[in-house]
């Protein structure tokens, strides 16, 4: 079993459309949850960063962390083409430095 | 300049060929990483830098030879590599420990041959 799964997508949906990406894991030791978004050609780059459980709300992300389910959430509201990308969950039970990533989630909204 | 910047961009290299990466950082981090990204795979961590010391390598072949001079520069010394090999290598900084979140450069495209 892989530490963090992740579905690899592509998740496509139409411009205005929420959307919501997920990952699930196995290390109950986990307690730091990041989003990194990545377009192509490009590195990733921070969304979201959560300590422990509960929700994060930043303009149209919301990030959530479900600690007993081993399930962490980032969902868009009013999706746009721009959000177009690769979303890749991160989680560490040690910091910054030591983060397990998920494979990433390619998401495509269209005009 | 600002950020992380990696160079190459793009890379293609022969089985005996000796080539090295490089990244500077100008976000006064003094943490420095080097990952590995392969299609359909997470990214993977190869090695650490905190105040130019190596605090952690990943089980990396010795085909990588990675070097920091100080906290604002790193590379990764690439000689006999193998297909398998190509990836996008990506450098990061941060603070140091815990510290603070990571910040990637574009990465390197590299090609083994």
């Known amino acids: 079993q892989k530490e963090v799964e992740q579905d690899p997508g592509p998740l496509s949906v139409p411009e205005g459309a929420i959307v919501s990406l997920n990952c699930t894991y196995s290390n109950s030791a986990f307690q730091y949850f990041m989003w990194y978004r990545q377009y192509s050609r490009k590195g990733p780059e921070l969304l979201m960063y959560?300590?422990?459980?509960g929700n994060k709300e930043d303009g149209r992300f919301t990030a959530q962390v479900d600690k007993s389910s081993k399930y962490i959430s980032l969902f868009i509201r009013d999706s746009q083409p721009s959000d177009s990308a690769t979303y890749l969950c991160a989680m560490s039970d040690t910091g910054f430095q030591k983060l397990v990533f998920g494979t990433g989630t390619r998401l495509l909204v269209s005009p | 300049e600002t950020g992380v910047t990696q160079t190459p961009r793009h890379l293609v290299m022969g089985m005996t060929n000796k080539k090295s990466l490089k990244c500077e950082q100008h976000?006064?981090?003094?943490?420095m990483y080097w990952y590995k990204q392969s299609a359909k795979k997470p990214l993977e961590l190869m090695f650490v830098y905190n105040f130019k010391e190596q605090t952690e390598n990943n089980s990396v072949p010795s085909r990588f030879s990675p070097e920091c001079p100080n906290s604002s520069h790193l590379f990764l010394h690439l000689h006999t590599l193998q297909p398998e090999d190509s990836a996008l290598y990506l450098c990061?900084?941060?603070?140091?420990?815990?510290?603070?979140?990571?910040?990637f450069g574009s990465g390197t495209q590299l090609s083994v041959l």
């Open positions: 976000l006064g981090h003094n943490a």
């Open positions: 990061a900084s941060s603070q140091e420990g815990i510290g603070g979140p990571l910040f």
């Open positions: 959560t300590y422990s459980s």
